[in-house]
Structures are given as structure tokens and as C-alpha cells.
């Protein structure tokens, strides 16, 4: 029995370890549904969704997959020949024989660094190829959500889905699943070579394998756990960083940065915690593994060392010495693959969670989508009619109540109003930004919903207050890269618009810089270029919100000219709390609580003398006095 004390020893000191993992794992096991750790989509979805991408380049995996196999066989014939070896110089030693040993050894090497590199660089173009596969269906689906989803999701969050998440996928195409593989591959490859060479030896070696198994259940749980804190530790940061670099004129105005600074470092100790906590998880497991490992080579020399020394058999297999090198090198080969799962699983969890939180937006249903029936609108006139339309952006809060009005083809109608009486509300529901909850929107007599709706905005126009500039050209923010546009159509747009008079004294004309939002532009220039963009597509249908409010006299004037031409263009729709501005439109539309309270022309509702007139009048009172002080 005292023979035997070191392999109890072995075994009491591995059983304390599993007993304290599994009252671990039994713990949070408990608490899963309260920490909400465990995904919502299970593995096994995931891994199909993600296959489909993977189903077109079935071939270059299938060739991977036989150049890996060459690949294995190193690590199978290899210890092989060192026990050979290491039996040949125990013997009758010959150098030539040494020689074709070595010579052997040298070209199966010489075959799996090969077979390796060209298994990194299929896989390499291949990853590569379904990462932008899925980065381009992930925008795509992106550009579909409406404005009322693109609003509820912060843009950092968008951001981290298509390149952070997008790229942990990356590594599972290009190194985890084909690993992955191959590890399985050599560990069946190794139990099946020693089990020919020693089946009594394989059993001691089979003995630490359940062992294995539960600790690697014990990590699973606890790693997915650590991986998707820091996968939202990551979110959360690249969100906060996303607004507050946008609005960082606004903390440095208001002098908040040591405010911002701190909320900052909240959540950059956030994330430092969830990845030390991940790093925790690993640095227990591989040891635990490793210990395995040890342990199992202890055994195999304390066994084969003792059977070898005492010219013994161990279950009625006899054990040499090149025997008990070819196991060291294969216990070896056996759980190196099994530690670096550990790796493997920690890539494979973040995987996971990435492809989880990208499908989880592209599982976001679009809430405006084309109806079955949805028609092609070839051409537009440009009739709009709103009948008894109601809408509330959150249910129950009406922005717009019972609101019926008419726009003929041509027509310019200006809509004006207090602030949130639902002037703007109109001009977006009328591309279908929202959907309406009540009531009918016409364009040409026909119900919008019927129209598709990339058909619709085709024709439409629109030129908002706060004019987005994308980093690049002032000629390629006017065609939006549409190559058929020529450079005789754009300054025949921005001459009529007035905008060739601010492009004109740019050194590089159309081919100024325009930097990240356009922020080297004044609101009035940047306006001027959004009109210049409008035109140069030609809409039927133009809606102007709110072009004239905070810009220059200077640059206003020429907007006022521009406007007086686009009059005559086709369908204008304007929004303007300077009434000045509107004056000449044909029909003008007042709001108050999203319901029409006077509608008609400039004159008409100055001789009913009810709220237009107040209006106009309290504006006109307030210009004169401001003409008066300037005189002053």
C-alpha cells in the first residue's frame, strides 16, 4: 500500500481542488438569473447565424482542414521517433541509423511548418472576407431602423457593433474554430498513438480526463460571465466617449471637465475590474490544467520509472525506457492543446458575445418597411394632403390632433407656430420617418404607405436647420458620391442657390477640405451647400426647416434669394419662425398643440387679425426697435 501513497497524495490534493471549483460554480450557478450573465441566444443559434457566412467559403475551409491534418501528423509521429531514438542508443547504437532518424524527424517538421503557414494565410483572406460580409449586412441593417430606433440606440453603441464585436468575430473565423479543430484532432490523434503504444499507460493518462472536462465546465461559466462585463464595460465607454468628444465645446464652456473627467474614470474603473476579473478567471484555470499535466507526468514516471528500474510489467505491459520518453513527449502533446483552450475559450466566449450583440440589432425589426403591395413611384407632381392625421412619438402624447390640410403641385406652404406645436413633426412624417397612428398622408393621391419607401424619398428635398457635413469635399458632400453628377450641373445648382458666391473665394473651390461635421464652415455657408446639394438632385418636393435661424445678415440675404428661387422650382414646404421669410409663400399654415388654427395666405390671415397677426406684428415691433438701436 505505501507503494501507492504518492498516487493517493495526487489524487486527495486534485479532489480538494474539484470539490472547491464545483461549490464555486454551484454559487453562481445560483445567481445566474440575478446577474444576468448567461446570454440570451443560445450557442447553438449563434454558431448557425454565424456559419451561414462561413457556408459560401466552404471549399477554402475544406482545404484547410486537410492541410491541418498534415499538419497533425508531426505532432502524432514525432514523439514516435525520439522513442525510437531513445531505444536505438540504448541498444545496438548505429550513427547512419541516427542519421535517417533525424533526417525523418527534420522533413515531417519541415511538412507541418509549411502546411501551417498556408493554413494562416487561407485563413487569414478568408476571415477577412466574411468580416466584411457581416460588417456590410450589420450597416446595411443599420441604414434600414427608423429615426425613431436610430434615436433610442446611442451612436457609440452602433460603433462598437460594427468594428469591436465585428473584429472578436474575426478571430473565431480566422484562428478559434480551425484551432479549435486541430486540438481535437491531436488529442484523438495522441490517446489513439499511445494506446498502441501502452494501453496501460494511456489509462493511468485517461484517469485525469474527467478532471479536465470539469474544470473546463467550471471556466465555461465563469468566463462568460468576466467576458460579457467587459463587453459591456467596452460599450459603455466607447458610448460616453462618442457624445462627450461631440459636445466637448459645451464642457469646455461650461467648465465641466473635471465633472466629465470623473465620470470618465467611473467607468474606466469599471472596465479595468471586469477585465481584471476576467484575467482572474483565466490565471485560475490554465494553472489548474497545467497542475493536471504535472500530475500526470509524475505519475507516469513514478509508474514507468518503477516497472522500468524493477524490470516489471504495469498490467501486463512491459515498460522501457523508450517507452516512458515517447509518453513524456506525448502527455505533453496531449495537454498543450487542453491549456490553450483556455485561450481558445476566452476568444470563443468573446466571440460569442459580440455575435450575440451584433444579431441582437439586426434582429431589430425595422418599424418602417415597405408594404407587400408597396409601389415604384416613376414621377411625382408634387399634390401632398394630410386627412385628419394623428401621431405621438411616445403613445398617448399627441403631437399632432386631427390635422387635415392640402398642398397643390407647385405650391409653396410655409408652416409656423410655437416651438413643439408639430411643425417639423409634419415635414418628417410626410418622407415617412414615423408612421402616423391615425388618419391618411397623400402624395399624387396616393396613400404613402403604398409607395416604396426608398421611392418616396427619392423625390423629396430636404434642407434642415442643422446642416451635416460629411469629411471630405465640398463637391462630394453635394453629389453624396453619386458619380453621375457633372461638374457643369453642380455650379449651375450652387450658382442658382447663390452658394458659388462663398465657394468662389475658397482657394480650392469645390475641391475645399471639408473637415469631420463640416465644422471649418459657418452655419450660413454650411446651409448654402446643403441647398447646392437639394437642388443638384432635383426634387419634386422641397422641405426647408427652419435654413434662416442663426446665420449672418449677409448670408441670410443670399438664403432669401435662394429661397424666392426655389419657389419656382416645384412643391416648397417651409418651416420659419422669422416670418419675413415666408411671406411670398402661397398658403401658410399656423399650429398650435398640434392642431391648424388659421391657414392662408400672407394677407388673408393679416386681415383675420388673430394669432398670425399677433405673431407678425410682435416680430415686426421687435425688428424696428432692433433697426432703431443699430441706427443708434
Aim: aromatic share 10%; net charge neutral; charged share 20%.
Amino acid at each position: 500500500m505505501r507503494e501507492y501513497f504518492p498516487l493517493i497524495a495526487v489524487g486527495a490534493v486534485i479532489g480538494v481542488l474539484s470539490v472547491i471549483s464545483i461549490l464555486a460554480y454551484a454559487s453562481i450557478k445560483d445567481k445566474k438569473n440575478t446577474i444576468g450573465f448567461d446570454r440570451n441566444m443560445p450557442d447553438s443559434e449563434i454558431t448557425a447565424r454565424l456559419l451561414k457566412y462561413a457556408k459560401p467559403y466552404a471549399g477554402q475551409f475544406v482545404l484547410v482542414l486537410f492541410v491541418m491534418l498534415v499538419s497533425v501528423a508531426y505532432d502524432i509521429v514525432s514523439p514516435l521517433i525520439i522513442g525510437d531514438i531513445e531505444e536505438m542508443i540504448k541498444d545496438d547504437f548505429e550513427l547512419s541509423s541516427l542519421y535517417s532518424k533525424v533526417v525523418l524527424y527534420a522533413s515531417i517538421l519541415a511538412v507541418s511548418l509549411v502546411c501551417t503557414y498556408v493554413q494562416a494565410i487561407i485563413l487569414q483572406k478568408t476571415g477577412q472576407k466574411i468580416l466584411s460580409n457581416i460588417r456590410l449586412d450589420l450597416f446595411s441593417h443599420i441604414e434600414s431602423l427608423s429615426h425613431a430606433q436610430l434615436n433610442s440606440i446611442p451612436v457609440g453603441k452602433l460603433v462598437t457593433r460594427v468594428t469591436n464585436d465585428t473584429n472578436a468575430i474575426s478571430l473565431m473565423f480566422t484562428n478559434i474554430l480551425v484551432n479549435l479543430a486541430k486540438n481535437f484532432f491531436i488529442i484523438i490523434g495522441v490517446l489513439c498513438a499511445m494506446m498502441a503504444v501502452n494501453y496501460a499507460l494511456t489509462l493511468m493518462v485517461l484517469c485525469f480526463v474527467p478532471f479536465i472536462i470539469l474544470f473546463t465546465v467550471i471556466f465555461r461559466k465563469f468566463s462568460r460571465k468576466a467576458y460579457r462585463k467587459v463587453k459591456d464595460g467596452t460599450t459603455d465607454i466607447n458610448t460616453f466617449v462618442s457624445e462627450n468628444l461631440s459636445g466637448m465645446k459645451i464642457i469646455q464652456i461650461f467648465n465641466r471637465e473635471d465633472r466629465k473627467m470623473s465620470e470618465f474614470q467611473e467607468r474606466n474603473q469599471r472596465l479595468r475590474k471586469a477585465k481584471t476579473e476576467q484575467i482572474f478567471v483565466f490565471g485560475i484555470f490554465r494553472p489548474l490544467v497545467y497542475m493536471l499535466n504535472i500530475s500526470s507526468i509524475l505519475c507516469l514516471l513514478y509508474l514507468g520509472g518503477k516497472g522500468y528500474i524493477n524490470d516489471s510489467e504495469f498490467l501486463g505491459q512491459t515498460i522501457t525506457s523508450g517507452t516512458i520518453v515517447t509518453f513524456y513527449m506525448y502527455i505533453s502533446k496531449f495537454y498543450t492543446p487542453i491549456q490553450s483552450l483556455a485561450e481558445q475559450f476566452n476568444w470563443l466566449q468573446s466571440a460569442y458575445a459580440s455575435a450575440e450583440k451584433i444579431f441582437t440589432v439586426m434582429d431589430m425589426k425595422p418599424q418602417i418597411v415597405d408594404d407587400d403591395d408597396a409601389i415604384d413611384m416613376k414621377t411625382c407632381r408634387g399634390d401632398i394632403e394630410f386627412k385628419h392625421v394623428w401621431f405621438a412619438y411616445n403613445e398617448g402624447e399627441w403631437i399632432l390632433r386631427d390635422v387635415s390640410f392640402k398642398v397643390n403641385a407647385g405650391e409653396t406652404v410655409a408652416f409656423v407656430g410655437a416651438t413643439g406645436s408639430g411643425k417639423t413633426t409634419i415635414l418628417s412624417l410626410i418622407c415617412r420617418n414615423y408612421d402616423i397612428q391615425k388618419g391618411q398622408i397623400l402624395i399624387d393621391g396616393i396613400d404613402i404607405r403604398k409607395i416604396k419607401i426608398s421611392s418616396l424619398r427619392r423625390h423629396f428635398g430636404q434642407m434642415l436647420q442643422d446642416v451635416f457635413l460629411f469629411s471630405g469635399t465640398i463637391r462630394s458632400n453635394i453629389v453624396l458620391r453619386d458619380t453621375d453628377i457633372t461638374d457643369e450641373e453642380i455650379n449651375r445648382a450652387c450658382k442658382y442657390v447663390n452658394a458659388d458666391k462663398i465657394i468662389n473665394k475658397m482657394s480650392n473651390g469645390l475641391d475645399e477640405e471639408v473637415r469631420e461635421r463640416g465644422n471649418n464652415f459657418s452655419s450660413g455657408q454650411r446651409q448654402l451647400i446643403s441647398f447646392a446639394r437639394t437642388i443638384v438632385h432635383k426634387p419634386e418636393v422641397m422641405i426647408l426647416d427652419e435654413a434662416t435661424a442663426n446665420i449672418d445678415t449677409e448670408t441670410e440675404l443670399l438664403i432669401q434669394d435662394s429661397l424666392d428661387r426655389m419657389m419656382n422650382i416645384g412643391t416648397l414646404l417651409i418651416v420659419a419662425h422669422r416670418l419675413s421669410t415666408i411671406k411670398k409663400a402661397d398658403k401658410i399654415i399656423y399650429l398650435s398643440n398640434g392642431e391648424i388654427i388659421e391657414q392662408g395666405s400672407h394677407e388673408e390671415l393679416l386681415k383675420l387679425k388673430g394669432r398670425y397677426y399677433d405673431l407678425y406684428t410682435l416680430q415686426f415691433d421687435t425688428e424696428q426697435l432692433r433697426l432703431r438701436q443699430n441706427s443708434n
